[in-house]
C-alpha cells in the first residue's frame, strides 16, 4: 500500500482539550495505555451535505487531535487580521523557499525562461507581502 501526500485546506473549529477531557465529552472510557492529561484540541469539520454528525451537540463531524499536530496544521483566522496575518506569513515562507531554490544547482538546471519566470513570481510575492505588512501595520 502507498500512501499519497495531500495538503489540506479546511476551515474548522477547535477548542483545546486534553484527551480525557474529550473522552469524557464523548462519554468514552479512555484506554489504561493513554495519558488523560495529553493536551490537544476538539476539532468540528464543517458540516457534510448527506452526512449526519457524529455528537449531538455538532452540526460537523468531531475528533480529537493532539496539541502538536493541531497546531502545526492551524492558525488562528477567526478576524480579518488574523487571516492576513496567515497570509503574510505563508507569504514570507514561500518566497523564502524560492529564495533558497534559486542558490541550487537545480535551478541552474532551469531555462533561462524558467529562472525568469520565477523571478516575476518571487517579485510580486515580495510585493504582495509588502502590501499586506503596510494594511496590518495600520
Do not use: C
Not at 476551515?11 to 493513554?34: Q, S, V
Not at 488523560?36 to 454528525?53: A, M, S, W
Not at 515562507?93 to 516575476?120: M, S, V
Amino acid at each position: 500500500m502507498k500512501m499519497e501526500n495531500f495538503t489540506g485546506t479546511k476551515n474548522i473549529l477547535g477548542l483545546a482539550m486534553t484527551l480525557g477531557e474529550y473522552n469524557k465529552y464523548r462519554g468514552w472510557k479512555l484506554p489504561a495505555t493513554e495519558d488523560p492529561d495529553k493536551e490537544g484540541y476538539l476539532v468540528e469539520y464543517e458540516p457534510v451535505k448527506g452526512e449526519e454528525p457524529n455528537h449531538k451537540a455538532h452540526k460537523g463531524y468531531i475528533s480529537w487531535s493532539p496539541k502538536q499536530a493541531f497546531e502545526n496544521s492551524y492558525r488562528e483566522s477567526g478576524t480579518h487580521l488574523q487571516r492576513m496575518n496567515n497570509e503574510l506569513a505563508d507569504l514570507v515562507e514561500k518566497a523564502g523557499k524560492i529564495n533558497t531554490f534559486q542558490k541550487t544547482k537545480a535551478h541552474a538546471a532551469l531555462d533561462k525562461t524558467a529562472r525568469r519566470d520565477l523571478r516575476i513570481q518571487l517579485k510580486a510575492m515580495r510585493e504582495y507581502a509588502d502590501a499586506l505588512a503596510i494594511r496590518l501595520g495600520r
